[in-house]
């Protein structure tokens, strides 16, 4: 019947996990044997290589070398061109990274990959999700659901605990390239989403930067232009981030990078102090996210039960001691910090699988049924809308302002409407402009898509209700009635703006699939 695997899909790593025959969360290995696959791809003249080898050799072919694309999902106008001129969306680059995942996780488990539920930093927008989803199809992989990594996180926290009192949670997910905070509440088998915030561009590639900067600075005051030397600058990206691994071991107060640079050796020292130094600006915009949500959240920190940590960048220790004193609270390291997002995905992937098999005819449906395992528990979750749903309408005064239909923080799946006229006798067109974001004033938010409708033309203002919904994958469907005559002229087919056409998704997977990808 196949198997169903949660997918972490990481800005710096990526891990994919499943439920085993006694019902425990495992993580599946890739083909080197290593629990996290390095979100890293390199193009060479006859292969693709993603992984590890990508990110030790791209220092030496750099313009074939691509990383960190997770923070250009849903930019339209976002391409990686390869030495050779040969041009990749970020859709396509993730595509080839989730289809290495599947191999891998065929290969391990010896059956083919059912399905999956993929995560994404709960900050992501309709446009960034929808392009998450054209990659999995790009990569023939069929998406069971898209959930947010913390509220996955949250999964694996609140199963691996079992039936407990209510308690109010406060997740803190600092991974490679995003930052996200939620506030959740648990009961004893439902964990309900209270509020979210983030930064989809912070994160420890950031922190790396800034190491980089203070090298760069260093070398500088002994007369090295580093960033003359491509190769050096590639290198010395794969120091820094060594060098922040080894400044968050309990031990280390200082370590040293060395470089070649031009053909002569470049070595600096880096302290713990001042590595804090570097980065305490950055972590100071964690504590303000965590503020923001807490008061969408309506709570004192007092109200908070725990924090958990998530994400690879919350080993360094500076991030628990910024926290606890903005909080008063140690944070706790209960799950995982790099594995738990897979593991929360691979149990709602088995859900999802259960679900799905309820649909099915009876004879089908108790097959794949007796195929699966049985978590030991199992948690029902209620995400909420990460930004304000709505669209773009006109005021008394004549002004193009943002109407927000469904606000954030709402709970998902969820829908609203409001009522709007047309502006003018016998219109015959309606512009349907959707928004996210929560100001009225339009150069505040973001225009996700576009549709055009035909209406029929009457006399005087024809009241017309737009209707937006979000679905449990935080995609977002219109609707729109003409009042007048109750008329349902059926969901829109919005013009996503940010994303590939569903034409160039199909030609893509076709594209995909004569590249020979691989992880040596």
């Known amino acids: 019947m196949g198997k169903y695997v949660g997918i972490d899909l990481g800005t710096t790593y990526s891990v994919a996990a499943f439920i085993n025959e006694d019902g425990l969360p495992q993580i599946i290995p890739n083909d080197n044997g290593k629990n996290t696959t390095p979100s890293t791809v390199l193009f060479e003249e006859n292969a693709i290589i993603v992984g590890e080898t990508a990110k030790e050799e791209g220092f030496s072919n750099p313009e074939n070398y691509e990383a960190f694309v997770k923070r250009h999902m849903g930019e339209r106008d976002y391409w990686f061109t390869t030495a050779e001129g040969t041009k990749y969306s970020p859709e396509e680059i993730s595509a080839i990274i989730l289809k290495k995942l599947k191999s891998d996780a065929e290969a391990y488990l ?11 930093p709960a900050y992501f927008n309709d446009a960034q999700r929808k392009a998450t989803m054209d990659a999995a199809a ?6 069971l659901s898209i959930i947010n990594e913390p509220t996955a996180a949250a999964l694996a926290f609140g199963i691996s605990k079992g039936k407990q009192e209510q308690q109010t949670v406060l997740i803190y997910d600092l991974g490679g390239g995003t930052f996200d905070v939620c506030i959740m509440r648990f009961t004893d088998k ?16 950031d922190f790396d930067n800034k190491i980089i900067d203070y090298v760069k600075e260093k070398a500088a005051e002994q007369g090295i232009d580093i960033t003359k030397d ?6 010395l990206q794969i120091k820094a981030e060594q060098a922040k691994c080894a400044l968050s071991a309990k031990d280390k107060i200082k370590t040293s990078i060395v470089i070649n640079v031009q053909g002569k050796p470049l070595k600096i020292v880096i302290t713990r102090e001042e590595f804090n130094e570097m980065i305490e600006n950055l ?9 923001n949500a807490m008061e969408e959240a309506g709570l004192e920190y007092s109200e908070i039960d725990k924090i958990l940590l998530v ?8 991030v628990r001691e910024m926290i606890e004193e903005e909080t008063g609270i140690k944070p706790s390291s209960e799950v995982h910090p790099d594995e738990a997002v897979a593991i929360g995905a691979a149990y709602h992937a088995l859900e999802m699988a259960k679900n799905r098999a309820c649909e099915e005819p009876a004879e089908m449906k108790e097959a794949i049924l007796n195929s699966l395992p049985d978590s030991k528990n199992q948690y029902q979750f209620q995400d909420v809308t990460a930004h304000g749903i709505g669209i773009i309408s006109i005021n008394e005064y004549n002004e193009k302002v943002n109407t927000v239909i469904l606000p954030k923080n709402s709970k998902i799946p969820s829908e609203g409407y409001e009522e709007f006229v047309t502006l003018e006798d016998y219109q015959a067109h309606l512009l349907i402009e959707v928004t996210q974001g929560e100001e009225e004033d339009i150069r505040y938010v973001t225009v996700i898509g576009t549709s055009e409708l035909k209406i029929k033309p009457k006399p005087g ?3 017309i209700r737009v209707s937006i919904g979000c679905d449990s994958d935080s995609i977002i469907h219109v609707r729109v009635t003409d009042l007048q005559d109750n008329e349902d002229l059926g969901e829109m087919k919005i013009d996503r703006i940010a994303n590939l056409t569903e034409e160039e998704v199909k030609e893509n997977t076709e594209k995909l699939e004569s590249l020979n990808i691989s992880g040596e």
Do not use: C, F, H
Not at 230 to 235: E, S
């Open 461 to 463: 203002q024809v009241r």
């Open 138 to 143: 790009m990569a023939k992989m069929n998406v």
């Open 110 to 120: 010896g059956e083919e990959i059912s399905g999956a539920v993929i995560t994404v």
């Open 311 to 318: 994400g690879g960048s919350t080993r360094i220790p500076y």
């Open 190 to 205: 439902e964990i309900i989403s209270l509020a979210g915030e983030g930064n989809r561009a912070l994160g420890g590639y």
């Open 230 to 235: 491509v190769y050096a600058m590639q290198d």
């Open 283 to 291: 972590l100071t915009r964690t504590i303000s996210v965590m503020e």
